[in-house]
């Protein structure tokens, strides 16, 4: 789950990379869910705020930079946290709203949620 570099032109940059489609949830905290389910698949954090109600709620796209995979010894699982960039939309077109982390449930894998290896053009 790594970005690679396609091109740029007129400071537009291309991308490949995963990108992914989570609904986020504000009450009583911050977190993501695979949208329109009841299936949780991680806290989710604003930049390096520890305020849990930063992001808005709704369904969003997260363009996936860096998924860090940790061996939980006392569970025996892999724990991910997935540092990724909110994506607003202009046409075809994505802009950066803001980066985030999300912190994935033991159990849950983020294959699990539907994402998707594309092209992405970026502002």
């Known amino acids: 789950m790594k970005a690679r570099f396609l091109h740029i032109d007129n400071q537009v940059l291309t991308i490949e990379a995963t990108l992914v489609r989570l609904e986020i949830r504000t009450c009583p905290f911050t977190d993501a869910y695979i949208p329109g389910s009841t299936r949780l698949v991680g806290i989710i954090k604003e930049r390096n705020t520890d305020v849990g109600d930063t992001l808005p709620a709704g369904i969003f796209d997260f363009l996936v930079i860096e998924r860090s995979r940790l061996w939980h010894s006392r569970s025996k699982s892999w724990v991910d946290h997935v540092y990724m960039l909110m994506l607003e ?16 449930e033991e159990g849950m894998d983020l294959d699990q949620t539907g994402a998707s290896q594309v092209a992405v053009k970026l502002k």
């Open 89 to 104: 939309w202009d046409g075809d077109t994505a802009m950066r709203k803001t980066k985030v982390r999300l912190y994935v």
